[in-house]
């Protein structure tokens, strides 16, 4: 008869539970609809997969479903979006096809962002004249420090309540999380404190966040309305907009036309200012606090 020693039994069945407790968050799939997500995601569950849909170079209005975004949304455990109807075009199909039940609803696997935060601009009534526009409020919230830290802290609840056994490690996660962002936003403010009152022309309401915050005034839009490209007649009332000699810049994103901007500034003499919208927009935004510290010194070299 083989004896076995308890003590070593039980140590191992420790261990192993030790082990799999240490792997659990690891085997978490998260898929991201923007870049900007998958950044906090990562650095809310730092050891789950996340994958981003998108990345910054990509207008996240317009998004093929294709297989590969199929495939991996059918492995997903979570889906994290910025919402307010941003991916209204392409992640219902992404739901439909992946046939994953857990990413259909808000009441298992899917995050909207918006849904956490009180959004910008929301509209009692919409319709198609108005062109491309939000009735639930302006979805490019990331550029809000104190809304994505609300974002932060509902994303971590969400993440407990799919997965309860790691709740330490996302509690840790997120009290780190928010003691660096924190600090950081007392910097963001000093540093972006000379740009309040700057008046601009941008491409979108893309920045209208991170302008509320910073007192950046955008007097005009290069679209006529949100999605409509910018007309000749629409380009010359701008022009004699800037002709007032108030406006410092014309903003844009990397992923928007710039043809617009360019005939503008040729004719105003102002200079074009390519932002970043997201992480990995430009060399320098390799996570959420760079991206913010990029933008912020972009702004502030506008002569």
């Not at 082990?19 to 730092?46: R, S, V």
């Amino acid at each position: 008869m083989v004896r076995i020693n308890s003590k070593i039994v039980r140590a191992s069945v420790a261990a192993i539970g030790l082990a799999y407790g240490c792997t659990a968050q690891a085997e978490l799939n998260i898929f991201a609809c923007e870049p900007e997500y998958a950044a906090l995601a990562q650095e809310l569950a730092p050891d789950a997969k996340v994958y981003s849909a998108t990345t910054a170079l990509q207008d996240p209005h317009l998004v093929q479903a294709r297989p590969s975004l199929i495939a991996k949304m059918r492995q997903a455990d979570l889906a994290v979006c910025a919402g307010a109807e941003l991916e209204v075009g392409w992640l219902p199909m992404l739901q439909m096809k992946s046939a994953n039940a857990k990413v259909r609803s808000t009441d298992k696997g899917l995050f909207y962002a918006a849904d956490h935060i009180d959004t910008l601009d929301k509209l009692a009534k919409v319709d198609r004249s108005m062109g491309d526009v939000h009735a639930q409020g302006n979805p490019h919230l990331h550029f809000s420090p104190e809304r994505m830290l609300q974002v932060a802290k509902a994303l971590t609840a969400k993440l407990i309540s799919i997965d309860p056994d790691n709740r330490t490690a996302y509690e840790s996660a997120l009290s780190q999380f928010q003691q660096q962002w924190q600090q950081a936003m007392v910097r963001w403010k000093k540093e972006g404190a000379d740009l309040k009152g700057m008046k601009v022309v941008a491409y979108h309401s893309s920045f209208r966040y991170l302008f509320d915050w910073l007192g950046i005034e955008q007097v005009a839009d290069l679209e006529p309305k949100p999605g409509i490209p910018p007309s000749s007649a629409h380009l010359a009332s701008l022009l004699s907009r800037v002709k007032q000699g108030d406006v410092k810049a014309i903003v844009l994103t990397s992923y928007q036309d710039d043809r617009g901007a360019n005939w503008l500034a040729e004719r105003s003499g102002l200079p074009v200012v390519t932002l970043p919208m997201s992480v990995g927009g430009n060399d320098q935004s390799v996570d959420l606090i760079s991206l913010y510290d990029s933008v912020i010194a972009l702004l502030k070299g506008i002569k």
